[in-house]
């Protein structure tokens, strides 16, 4: 376990969401106001703007009650994971107010990641904060805290909470993130667990639909530090590279050798490969020309595809 985590101010009881039980109507989009799509910029440039450029001030009035206790728990993670000296977050936010359901599952949920073998705290302290229910369709959200993937549309899916802390934790490893490149946004779940263990997030998705359905999920809960990016994802992004982590959330039969080119030296990417069968794979950069790669364990991620629709 590095310093970082012993420097971690909260206890993994300590982070409530109580905006909303699971189970109640969540229509994040229909809650959204206009000004929010109005930033653009994330799919275009070559250095997209933060997911907060263009709305502040917006938000705090129109959006969903429950996004924004879940920005202000990620917020108050975030500063106090990049700045020791700060002072831990309150256990609750206002005496008296009675914690949802969301808060027991959700601590139930790292429970049972944990009891598979996930030890990194800060990892799992990450997956506590994140409301995975936002990030849920309305008709599936009373799953949204069983250890399976699910249907995000598309074809594609919401990885399966385990998998999510698993990669993340090998990836990490124990050491400080900087730069981590994410390959498969989808919803954008993933991508707000990063926030919370990388100091800065590039996320990467190829249908556009999920793309801007990522920038609706995460924009109400103004999270600085995730730039999303609509792109195809076996290229990377040079411009902003070299990245310490890579993760990639769809699998290949291979890993892209652009995203090897990518890593840092001593950098680490983990990567689900294979087709029918599938294993996850951490490949560590050890010197310009050279990278190492070892097979962690089975899984099953959809696939990897080139282009951009
Ligand atoms: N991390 C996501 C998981 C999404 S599933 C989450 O937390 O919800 C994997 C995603 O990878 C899909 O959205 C799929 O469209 C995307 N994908 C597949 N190939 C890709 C590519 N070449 N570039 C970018 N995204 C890709």
Not at 37 to 44: K, T
Not at 132 to 149: K, P
Request: positive net charge; hydrophobic residues 40%.
């Amino acid at each position: 376990m590095s310093g970082k985590d012993k420097r971690f101010p909260l206890p993994l009881s300590s982070i409530v969401d109580k905006g909303r039980g699971i189970g109640a109507s969540h229509s994040p989009k229909t809650a959204m106001p206009q000004t929010a799509m109005q930033n653009q910029n994330a799919s275009r440039g070559l250095a997209p703007k933060p997911l907060t450029a263009g709305i502040a001030g917006a938000y705090g009035s129109t959006g969903t009650p429950a996004a924004a206790r879940a920005a202000a728990d990620i917020r108050g993670l975030q500063h106090s994971q990049h700045s020791p000296q700060s002072k831990p977050l309150p256990q609750q936010v206002s005496a008296g107010s009675r914690p949802l359901v969301s808060d027991a599952v959700r601590r139930a949920m790292v429970a049972r990641v944990a009891q598979q073998g996930v030890k990194d705290s800060l990892v799992l302290a990450a997956m506590e904060a994140v409301p995975r229910h936002l990030f849920i369709e309305s008709g599936l959200v009373s799953q949204a805290y069983i250890d399976a993937s699910l249907p995000i549309g598309h074809h594609q899916t919401i990885s399966q909470p385990y998998i999510v802390a698993r990669m993340i934790e090998i990836m990490r490893n124990g050491g400080t993130l900087n730069r981590v490149l994410e390959i498969g946004t989808g919803c954008g779940y993933q991508a707000a667990v990063l926030s919370l263990v990388a100091k800065d997030v590039y996320s990467i998705e190829r249908i556009k639909a999920l793309h801007e359905l990522a920038k609706t999920n995460l924009r109400p809960m103004r999270i600085a530090n995730i730039r999303l990016h609509y792109g195809d994802g076996m290229l990377g992004m040079p411009q902003v590279a070299p990245f310490d982590g890579i993760i990639l959330a769809a699998a290949g039969m291979e890993v892209p050798q652009a995203l090897l080119d990518q890593l840092s030296i001593g950098g680490r990417l983990i990567a689900p490969v294979g087709g029918r069968n599938q294993v996850l794979q951490l490949v560590q950069r050890v010197a310009k020309n050279e990278w190492s790669s070892t097979v962690m364990e089975q899984c099953h991620f959809v696939p990897l595809h080139k282009g951009v629709i």
